[in-house]
């Protein structure tokens, strides 16, 4: 396999072809998570991150949302909650499951794709609805408490790929990697 890596790969409009995409960085060891906490800090693929999900809206946990230091700008924010009171700040949105909060998210008319953003449990619950998948590998092991689960080769594959090395603003060498569902057949 060999996936395209060409420097003029225009990302939004790649996105754009997608209803339903999840968004995750992860370690080697599919770790996500620590404590409530990313267990790196890596300011190109939070740049990937914001760029991706600018003027989409955004699918995630309670507990993801909680880590923010409020509402994602620019974005339609839907937390999945059965505990959030539904009136919050503009731009966010409650919803009691993941199918409500896909729902509430197309019915926004925002860019596409959603984009589920986490945690865990949401990620998890949206391999199945997603059509595409944009992991930040990062190539070390790491501890954690929440992992990404097993992207399952028989139903996706890697379409493209961006190397990014180590460097004195990034402790660890990354790989962001676009997954496309496989068709049935």
């Not at 880590?67 to 409650?94: C, F, H, I, K, Y």
Request: aromatic share 8%.
């Amino acid at each position: 396999m060999n996936p395209g890596k060409d420097e003029d790969f225009d990302v939004r409009a790649f996105h754009a072809r997608f209803n339903c995409g999840i968004i995750v960085a992860c370690s080697e060891n599919g770790v996500i998570g620590s404590e409530g906490d990313l267990p790196w800090h890596l300011p190109a693929d939070l740049k990937h991150f914001m760029t991706s999900t600018r003027g989409c809206a955004v699918v995630m946990g309670r507990k993801t949302y909680e880590t923010l230091d409020g509402p994602l700008p620019r974005r339609l924010n839907v937390v999945v909650s059965n505990s959030m009171d539904a009136d919050q700040p503009e731009g966010v949105r409650v919803a009691r499951g993941l199918d409500q909060a896909i729902d509430i998210a197309q019915a926004a008319g925002m860019e596409p794709p959603v984009w589920v953003a986490g945690g865990g449990t949401i990620y998890t619950q949206a391999m199945d609805r997603a059509e595409l998948l944009v992991r930040t590998l990062i190539h070390t092991e790491v501890e954690g408490d929440t992992r990404f689960p097993e992207i399952d080769p028989q139903r996706w594959h890697l379409a493209r790929c961006q190397e990014h090395p180590a460097d004195d603003r990034h402790d660890f060498a990354f790989t962001i990697e676009w997954w496309v569902r496989s068709m049935p057949g």
